[in-house]
């Protein structure tokens, strides 16, 4: 289903659209902005499109971008004060009546935003009529409003949004049995199964006192995607409490669940700025819409605007249910910042706060494990495993990473057992056999056991250069030095700046008398910035060769039995 929308031809083109500069801090300002709007950086550039336009007030292209960069911040109001300078007629009216209509909406002026829809000013092509169904909804007309639900199923692709959308306006008025038989799939449209959808499921089975029937679809559910916010839902729905229903209750939440599923449709498109856009416009509608703040704050993250993304995690309240996906989030932007010391803070006090929650302390060991702090992280992954099925296959990352710490402080015989128990969980995950195997070969034992693993990693991910490296590296270990040579070329073509691809290869040439060659991969290693023991390694091996280094070291190739 190709979904756009004249707003994003409009976002885009006023990123691009040259303005005459009748000063040298007019043009400073607007190129600075259109620089920060083509990066993504939509904070910085509504800093300087607001500061151009205080040099060349309504200029219609500057006015658009400071328009667009507001939005794309959820800041509705100054969006709207900017847009009242744009000039009539000129370019950027449609983003403009966006900004109005979801002004028109939040402040309950439904009509006005009706009049915008029929006179083609609405929000766009797929937003359009679920919205106007949802304001017809909001003035009391239920009848009017599923007419245009179910003429909009009847449309081809968007049977599953119409009928997502006409529950929710039941369960609105009270028709909870309406609404569980079409969230249900019983009227023969099926509505998958994402964490709000589920939650609006279980708590409308709730008013229809089906507990265990809403109980049974939680966990169904968190047995596959451990989601914070549906766990404590669990939990209350287990303990026996009341829940009433309070999910979409009003037009204008209608309308911002409008927004947030066009954006989560939208938000595997690889240009983001649609969707992040209508993400914001349902938290302009729905300041509580913690949904479409993480969303918001996922999408900043995916185009490398962490200060934002964090920014916008962090606004999500603690005990709002999407409160620890969000906290998770802003550590995960702060860490991608290099402010990785807070962010190990956050985790920390969720995984104190949470020990029963088994995607926090994950988290937690990662972050760990990343700062070089394995045995801390190993206590969190055992944390983990303590927690869960240890025999379901999709906790072998634990096993793996757990083994991974062991291995990183020297402490094999644990971190071989779990590598072993991954592979049992994921037999051919290529990671766990490349890293596994690899290990075995610098060990220099069950070399035939380390080769079928490590051409087992290759079948499964050929283009990795680093599991390509695995290969020539234990042809190498094993004395095989002409097979080893066309696996490390490759290698090095797939990860050219690696220098410890660079100087693998270096030492394949070296065995197979290309004493040059193996010079000049040495000298290129070098010039990636290898580790200091690594270095002085390479450096050695300049200046007396690799055979005097490996005699210096024990030997080449499989001097050890296998």
């Given amino acids: 289903m190709r979904v756009r929308s004249s707003v994003f031809a409009l976002a885009t083109m006023a990123m691009i659209q040259p303005v005459t500069a009748h000063a040298e801090g007019l043009a400073g300002a607007y190129l600075a902005g259109r620089a920060a709007a083509i990066s993504g950086d939509h904070a910085q550039a509504a800093a300087y499109f607001d500061r151009a336009l205080l040099l060349d007030p309504g200029n219609p292209f500057i006015v658009s971008n400071a328009v667009f960069a507001h939005a794309a911040l959820a800041e509705w109001e100054q969006a709207a004060a900017v847009a009242e300078g744009l000039p009539e007629g000129a370019d950027g009216q449609e983003l403009v009546a966006l900004v109005q209509f979801v002004r028109h909406v939040a402040e309950d002026d439904l009509q006005a935003a009706i009049d915008m829809i029929e006179a083609g000013n609405g929000p766009g092509p797929l937003a359009n009529d679920l919205a106007r169904a949802w304001l017809t909804f909001g003035q009391g007309d239920m009848s009017g409003a599923v007419d245009l639900f179910e003429a ?7 049977e599953e949004l119409a009928a997502l959308h006409l529950a929710l306006a039941r369960a609105a008025v009270g028709d909870f049995e309406a609404a569980h038989e079409i969230l249900s799939g019983a009227t023969g449209v099926q509505i998958t199964n994402t964490e709000r959808v589920v939650r609006a499921r ?42 009433p229903y309070d999910f979409v209750i009003t037009a204008q939440d209608g309308v911002a669940e409008v927004f947030f599923t066009v954006a989560q449709l939208l938000s595997g498109d690889r240009n983001t700025t649609l969707s992040l856009l209508m993400a914001q416009a349902a938290q302009g509608i729905d300041a509580d819409h913690t949904d479409a703040m993480v969303l918001a704050g996922e999408l900043m993250s995916a185009s490398e605007q962490f200060q934002q993304a964090a920014v916008t995690f962090a606004a999500v309240p603690e005990g709002d249910p999407n409160y620890i996906e969000a906290q998770m989030g802003r550590a995960e932007a702060l ?39 394995f045995e801390e992280a190993i206590d969190a992954y055992t944390a983990v495993l303590s927690l869960v099925d240890t025999d379901l296959p999709r906790y072998w990352f634990i096993y793996y990473a757990r083994a991974i710490s062991y291995h990183q402080i020297d402490n094999w015989d644990p971190a071989e057992a779990d590598f072993r128990r991954a592979l049992e969980l994921n037999p051919e995950q290529p990671n766990v056999l490349n890293y596994l195997g690899y290990s075995l070969v610098e060990q220099r034992r069950n070399f035939d056991e380390a080769l079928d693993m490590i051409q087992r990693a290759v079948a499964a991910r050929p283009e990795s250069g680093y599991i390509i490296d695995s290969l020539g590296w234990v042809y190498y270990r094993l004395g095989r030095f002409d097979e080893a040579v066309a696996p490390m ?26 004493y040059r060659e193996a010079e000049f991969q040495w000298h290129r290693a070098l010039s990636f910035n290898p580790e200091p023991d690594e270095a002085a390694r390479i450096r050695r091996k300049l200046d007396v060769g690799l055979y005097e280094v490996l005699e210096e070291e024990g030997g080449v190739g499989a001097l050890t039995e296998q």
């Fill in 152 to 158: 909009l199923a009847s449309e081809r692709g968007l």
């Fill in 202 to 243: 279980a708590v409308v089975m709730l008013q229809l006192d089906m507990r265990a029937e809403a109980l049974d679809l939680l966990d169904g559910y968190t047995q596959a995607v451990p989601d914070p916010g549906l766990l404590a839902l669990q939990a209350q729905v287990g303990s026996g409490e009341t829940i």
């Fill in 335 to 373: 860490e991608d910042l290099g402010q990785q010391e807070e962010a190990i803070a956050i985790l920390a006090a969720l995984a104190e706060a949470r020990p029963d929650l088994a995607s926090v302390q994950a988290a937690y060991g990662d972050i760990l494990r990343r700062a070089e702090r």
């Fill in 489 to 514: 070329e490759r290698a090095v073509e797939l990860e050219p700046n690696d220098p410890i691809v660079n100087d693998h290869l270096g030492d394949v040439y070296w065995v197979n008398g290309r």
